[in-house]
């Protein structure tokens, strides 16, 4: 894929077929930096997972190679490309000058690096690796003891492998949150695994079939027979929170009865109301979770979820039913209040059934909510 | 994407199971948008029951008994694609003479008027599992 020709202001017979790289690892790269003539390219497609980018490399002057990055777009040709890099004197400046957040094509200074590294450009003899960890990535050169969050702006030297400035407050503010919340979660994820692990021996010395539970569709049948053969005084209704299989979540909740856990769990009421002499009131329940199965990463280590608590109407029994807790955006298809209306709206699927339009957004709010003319 | 366009209904409910009583050309635009659905619809005979909703827990279901009143009332299931009628629930149904009374060994009966009804099983969040479900009773 190279455009590099023979080099005319080299009086060597060293061309590019018998050029050996010496400091990078991608020695079409390297050429072009080393002998390359003023306007020359040399390009490439990136690597699996960015093959839709092309990094051209452009020799602007005797030290100086600009490294852009462009979309090509299936179907649609290719866009204008950004310069993300350049090279001046063996030292390659990571430096965008234009953040493209909208476009499919990420334009960060980690992306950049991490993709051109796949691609040879670094020091031959101080490979680099950039990773993702929990909420950033990180670059690591071992040779020289380096682990960093890249910045925009940060300079690399391709001969030495090393970086040439000292990593500024912000980059080593986002390192120690990075590496302290890779700390916090792998302990948790070490609690969560035990726990998890002495769960399902209970479950399995009372005779439960984990196996059942494994699959994507469980046998419905094969389990409910597995759990009336299972001595349940082995498991404790609190193992609930500690399985990480929901199956086996559901399967305990279905024994002991979801009113008889919220019995054991604290909650706070934060809306009570009467439709049609029926009372509903809504709790924001605390909810234990030992095997940190559910929560997400940036979620806090406690866990509130809203309850309806209402009476059959046919029956009089009081029982409680999960509702969505409040979203905080509209991609999320929680409810826009925390009322009792609204999380009947949302029970009911009212928001939905308010229109045609299949796309439209789920998060229901009192006004949504459509009392029923008959309700049994 | 559709354009958004508000629909306003009755609802009936009886337990988990909810009946949103729309107008006839609502009724087939919800139908078109949200199951694809124009002609896969089921005219109960004698033989099956019109059963709208089953019981996953305690094996009671919400059903029109039809040996009583459907064939006289004029119940059609409207199946989702690969779904059989008296097996699976129906998305929707239609009541076109007389009023049909829906059943359940827990709940009071539910009498319907004719009419386009979309079936929706009430949903709850299970905060343990962190998934949103139906209810099943």
Redesign the interface.
């Known amino acids: 894929m190279s455009q590099i020709k023979s080099n005319k202001l080299h009086n060597d017979n060293i061309n590019f077929s018998n050029y050996k790289n010496k400091y990078l690892n991608n020695k079409k790269i390297e050429y072009l930096i080393e002998r390359g003539n003023v306007g020359q390219i040399a390009f490439f497609k990136g690597e699996t997972g960015d093959r839709y980018s092309i990094y051209v490399f452009t020799k602007r002057s005797k030290d100086v190679v600009e490294v852009s990055k462009i979309w090509n777009q299936y179907g649609h040709g290719t866009d204008e490309g950004v310069r993300i890099a350049v090279i001046r004197k063996g030292v390659i400046e990571y430096n965008s000058g234009e953040f493209r957040a909208q476009s499919w094509v990420r334009y960060e200074t980690a992306e950049n690096i991490k993709q051109l590294s796949r691609q040879g450009i670094f020091n031959t003899n101080s490979p680099l690796k950039v990773n993702y960890v929990r909420s950033d990535y990180v670059l690591r050169i071992p040779k020289h003891d380096i682990k960093l969050c890249p910045w925009e702006g940060i300079k690399i030297n391709l001969k030495t492998g090393k970086v040439v400035q000292k990593a500024p407050k912000h980059a080593i503010n986002k390192l120690n949150t990075i590496m302290n919340q890779d700390k916090a979660q792998r302990k948790r994820n070490y609690i969560a695994n035990k726990e998890n692990t002495n769960a399902l021996k209970r479950y399995r010395d009372a005779g439960g079939d984990t196996e059942l539970a494994r699959v994507w569709n469980p046998d419905?049948a094969a389990i409910a027979l597995n759990m009336s053969k299972m001595d349940w005084s082995k498991i404790p209704m609190d193992d609930?929170?500690r399985h990480r299989n929901?199956t086996l979540?559901?399967n305990i909740?279905?024994h002991y009865g979801m009113n008889a856990?919220m019995e054991t769990l604290d909650y706070d009421v934060v809306d009570v109301n009467t439709i049609d002499s029926r009372y509903y009131r809504l709790l924001n329940?605390l909810?234990p979770d030992f095997s940190g199965a559910?929560r997400g990463f940036n979620e806090p280590e406690e866990?509130r979820?809203?309850?309806l608590e209402m009476i059959?109407?046919?029956?009089g029994e009081s029982h409680f039913?999960?509702?969505?807790?409040v979203g905080n955006n509209s991609w999320e298809?929680g409810l826009k209040e925390a009322t009792v209306l609204a999380a009947l709206a949302?029970?009911?699927?009212d928001a939905s059934?308010?229109?045609?339009?299949?796309?439209?957004s789920d998060r229901p709010d009192s006004e949504t909510y459509?009392?029923?003319?008959?309700?049994? | 994407m559709s354009k958004e366009k508000k629909v306003s209904y009755v609802k009936y409910q009886q337990g988990d199971v909810v009946m949103i009583k729309l107008n006839k050309s609502d009724f087939d635009e919800h139908l078109s948008h949200q199951y694809g659905l124009k002609n896969n619809s089921y005219k109960g005979t004698a033989n099956i029951p019109a059963v709208l909703a089953f019981g996953e827990v305690t094996g009671h279901t919400h059903r029109v008994e039809m040996k009583d009143m459907l064939e006289e009332a004029g119940v059609t299931l409207h199946m989702s694609h690969g779904r059989t009628a008296g097996k699976d629930v129906p998305v929707a149904f239609t009541v076109e003479e007389a009023d049909v009374t829906l059943i359940h060994e827990e709940h009071d009966d539910v009498v319907l008027p004719p009419g386009t009804y979309v079936l929706k099983i009430v949903r709850e969040f299970n905060h343990i599992t962190r998934r949103a479900q139906n209810v099943a009773d």
């Open positions: 419905e609930v929170f929901a979540r559901s909740i279905e856990i329940v909810i559910s866990y979820g809203l309850y059959n109407p046919s029956t039913e999960g509702v969505a807790n298809h949302w029970r009911d699927n059934s308010q229109t045609t339009n299949n796309w439209s459509v009392k029923p003319v008959i309700l049994k």
